[in-house]
């Protein structure tokens, strides 16, 4: 599990890097700064999802999420990506959810 959380990891790194360039960073401390936040940011998220996040820190990344504009961005581009992949690769657990949401809906 951790081999592929790392090559993720890799991979938005490496996405992350090309969003920097294109963005015309100046300062490469500041995109080391904001790196690290979107490395421990995403390490948190993860964990969410996976249900190994202890409360205080369920708790600690709703502040953080609540005061802090870029991380909501990447929280919410991160939760789309996942969706997306998901949708991908596990058609039938997303069809059983949607066919879940669809009985919950008044007619």
């Known amino acids: 599990m951790l ?5 993720l990891q890799s991979e938005v790194d490496d ?3 090309l969003c920097a360039e ?5 300062d490469p401390s500041v995109l080391g700064l904001q790196e690290n936040k ?3 940011l995403g390490v948190m998220i993860l964990k969410m999802q996976d249900g190994d996040l202890e409360p205080r820190y369920v708790q600690r990344l709703g502040k953080w999420l609540g005061c802090d504009e870029q991380a909501l961005r990447y929280y919410v581009d991160f939760q789309g990506i996942t969706a997306m992949l998901s949708c991908h690769f596990n058609k039938s ?11 919950c809906l008044p007619v």
């Not at 294109?22 to 100046?26: I, K």
């Open 22 to 26: 294109a963005g015309g960073v100046d």
């Open 93 to 103: 657990k997303f069809r059983t959810m949607l066919d879940f949401i669809k009985e």
């Open 15 to 17: 996405l992350l890097g």
């Open 38 to 40: 979107q490395l421990r």
């Open 3 to 7: 081999g592929k959380i790392d090559k």
